[in-house]
């Protein structure tokens, strides 16, 4: 994937911001033109590519591994399988071993992602949606002491209106979501041009909703999975073999930063991330190895 390619980032924020930002944001706050959409930002010519330090891999059960989230108990993580593995979630440690693991009680359609609320609540991303036809989008909330006990958050996009659309606006497959304020982010993976990262907002609360479009990132590749860092002021967009790092002293400042990218070229299918401190991130591939990246 080329590097010269220019990013934009326009956003429109109405979310609050979290704990770690300390800080409220205003609806309307980002765009005071009324445009639904705020100006842009050129992005800085990316650096060098970085070393990403391979230190494990993912235990031989645990296959395809498709996100990455940190677990309750310190220095471990959560991942699990893409569509069509069985609705089980793994508990490893930084170096790929498996501790623990257990079943949802959910089907899994097509399981990308999984974020956490301070609270200890957990939302697992059921929106991977190759095709953009899915109609039956979900994120699954639970909690690991009872992953018997579930709720669902479903939703649609207010822009999509066929099912499938034309190649070229197939941009409703979502593989990175994060739960902040209140909201949880889904963050589209555009297999129609590979160029627009659209950021929606759902309630975190069980409900069927239409999901509220909030803004587009201008990204030349596809997602896969997004982390926000313990101090709330790194935002971390994976993507296919690079990844994106936005840096604020609040949510709006986050998602309104020019993107700095971090190339990962070499580490095969990178599919999940989290943070295992406030500079050090964790970085999964569907082919099963770990790696460690500092920022």
């Given at each position: 994937m080329t590097t010269s390619h220019p990013l934009l980032l326009a956003a429109l924020l109405t979310a609050a911001c979290s704990p770690a930002a300390n800080q409220t944001d205003q609806a309307g706050q980002a765009g005071q033109s009324g445009s639904p959409l705020a100006a842009?930002?050129?992005?800085?010519?990316?650096?060098?590519?970085?070393?990403?330090?391979r230190v494990g891999t993912l235990a031989a059960g645990i296959r395809e591994s498709s996100g990455l989230c940190p677990a309750p108990q310190a220095g471990t993580f959560f991942t699990f399988g893409d569509n069509g593995q069985p609705p089980v979630v793994f508990r490893v440690d930084a170096t790929g071993h498996q501790l623990g693991q257990?079943?949802?009680?959910?089907?899994?359609?097509?399981?990308?992602?999984?974020?956490?609320?301070?609270?200890?609540?957990?939302?697992?991303?059921?929106?991977?949606?190759?095709?953009?036809?899915?109609?039956?989008?979900?994120?699954?909330?639970?909690?690991?002491?009872?992953?018997?006990?579930?709720?669902?958050i479903k939703f649609s996009y207010p822009d999509q209106t066929e099912f499938p659309p034309a190649k070229?606006?197939?941009?409703?497959?979502?593989?990175?979501?994060?739960?902040?304020?209140?909201?949880?982010?889904?963050?589209?993976?555009?297999?129609?041009?590979?160029?627009?990262?659209?950021?929606?907002?759902?309630?975190?609360?069980?409900?069927?909703?239409?999901?509220?479009?909030?803004?587009?990132?201008?990204?030349?590749?596809?997602?896969?999975?997004?982390?926000?860092?313990?101090?709330?002021?790194?935002?971390?967009?994976?993507?296919?073999q690079e990844l994106f790092v936005l840096e604020g002293n609040s949510w709006e400042q986050l998602l309104r930063a020019a993107p700095r990218r971090v190339g990962l070229e070499g580490a095969g299918q990178t599919e999940g991330v989290a943070f295992k401190d406030a500079r050090t991130l964790l970085i999964s591939t569907e082919e099963g190895s770990l790696y460690e990246l500092g920022l």
């Open positions: 842009a930002q050129t992005v800085p010519a990316p650096p060098a590519p970085t070393n990403a330090r257990f079943t949802l009680a959910a089907k899994n359609h097509d399981w990308e992602s999984l974020s956490r609320d301070g609270a200890g609540n957990y939302y697992l991303g059921d929106c991977g949606n190759n095709n953009a036809d899915r109609q039956n989008l979900v994120l699954v909330k639970f909690r690991p002491e009872n992953p018997a006990l579930v709720q669902k070229k606006q197939r941009n409703f497959d979502c593989e990175a979501s994060l739960w902040h304020g209140g909201q949880v982010y889904l963050f589209t993976k555009d297999r129609g041009q590979q160029a627009t990262c659209k950021v929606y907002t759902v309630p975190d609360q069980p409900g069927t909703y239409v999901a509220k479009l909030i803004a587009k990132i201008a990204l030349p590749g596809e997602v896969t999975d997004a982390a926000l860092s313990p101090d709330g002021r790194r935002l971390v967009l994976l993507a296919r």
